[in-house]
């Protein structure tokens, strides 16, 4: 049965940098390849928002307010996916999860990722 493991969030300062992971176990090499994937993030009292989304051939896109600081990559031999933040702001304080786009799963703990000097 896949599941989705989220890791990688802490506490950082304003400015600083994290490296998400995200790994869809009990998946294998040929299904994950085929996985258009994306992580969210959702802070208190707000719903789930889309952070960046990557495709089976790479292609990326980003929500507005992270273009140009946060980077998303995958390991297909890993079966994972990344989210490279730099320069986080307190806004970035939430839960960021992760899924497959087209067949999604249940939901992960997610990992928290917390701004504040």
């Known amino acids: 049965q896949k599941r989705l493991v989220e890791s990688g969030g802490g506490l950082v300062q304003p400015g600083g940098s994290l490296r998400l992971s995200c790994l869809v176990s009990?998946?294998?090499?040929?299904?994950?390849?085929?996985?258009?994937m994306a992580w969210y993030r959702q802070a208190p009292g707000n719903e789930r928002e889309l952070v960046a989304q990557?495709?089976?051939?790479?292609?990326?896109t980003y929500a507005d307010s992270v273009k140009g600081r946060f980077t998303i990559s995958r390991d297909n031999s890993k079966k994972k996916i990344f989210l490279q933040m730099n320069d986080l702001k307190p806004e970035d304080t939430a839960i960021y999860y992760c899924?497959?786009?087209?067949?999604?799963?249940?939901w992960g703990q997610g990992t928290q990722v917390t701004v504040s000097s």
């Open positions: 899924n497959v786009i087209q067949e999604p799963l249940p």
């Open positions: 009990g998946s294998i090499f040929s299904v994950f390849s085929g996985y258009n």
């Open positions: 990557i495709t089976t051939g790479r292609t990326t």
